[in-house]
């Protein structure tokens, strides 16, 4: 994987802003806490009228609206190479316990698919959280644990073939199953009982998309099963 020579560097979580669809609420929530905020080329077009400066601007810029402004407000981080997706430019350039994606899904469909990619490749390595317009989206690196509100939705989608050794408070169980697009997904389970629990093996790698709404929990929460 690509890396800057000198990486930004962060302790805590980072938001990456991205130019699809943002939700600028949960945003301004995250922004108000003190998460750092890095920006996706175009990413900060939303931010042109508002006093928020993502601490970078990073990609081949070419959606980037008024790059001379932003170059007096913050430090701008140009990749020319066409390989990877801004999603991933963020990625091997920044370095952070977790990342908080807003603004990588909606809009054009093949945006979103080519952010699950992403999230797939770097799943070993940066745990990453998208929020959608009503769900959040993961990767998960190890077994789920997560404590929802019953009857809430819960999706498990292969983006690999992913086997599924044992499931616990879902309505349709997934113990036993292997999971692969195109022949078997898991997709609309339900809560049955408030702690769920999949686990994927001790020798698994779980390659599939986590995916439940945005009201059944916090992002704290989410993260947490993501890391």
Wanted: proline share 7%; aromatic share 6%.
């Amino acid at each position: 994987m690509r890396a800057l020579p000198a990486p930004l560097r962060f302790d805590t979580p980072v938001v990456l802003l991205g130019g699809g669809w943002v939700d600028l609420k949960l945003l301004a929530e995250l922004v108000d806490v003190g998460v750092p905020l890095v920006a996706a080329d175009g990413g900060a077009n939303c931010l042109a009228d508002s006093d928020v400066r993502p601490d970078a601007i990073i990609g081949d810029l070419d959606s980037l609206a008024d790059a001379a402004r932003w170059r007096t407000r913050t430090r701008l981080i140009p990749l020319a190479e066409q390989d990877t997706t801004d999603l991933e430019k963020c990625l091997y350039s920044v370095e952070a316990p977790a990342f908080v994606g807003i603004g990588f899904t909606g809009g054009r469909l093949d945006h979103t698919l080519g952010a699950l990619h992403v999230l797939l490749r770097y799943a070993a390595d940066k745990p990453v959280v998208l929020a959608a317009e009503r769900d959040w989206v993961f990767v998960p690196r190890r077994d789920v644990d997560l404590v929802l509100p019953l009857g809430s939705r819960l999706s498990v989608y292969p983006l690999a073939p992913t086997r599924i050794v044992r499931s616990e408070g879902l309505r349709y169980p997934l113990t036993g199953l292997q999971l692969s697009a195109g022949e078997l997904v898991g997709t609309s389970n339900e809560v049955s009982d408030s702690a769920v629990r999949i686990e994927f093996g001790p020798d698994a790698t779980p390659a599939c998309a986590v995916i439940l709404p945005r009201t059944s929990c916090d992002v704290p929460d989410v993260l947490l099963n993501a890391l």
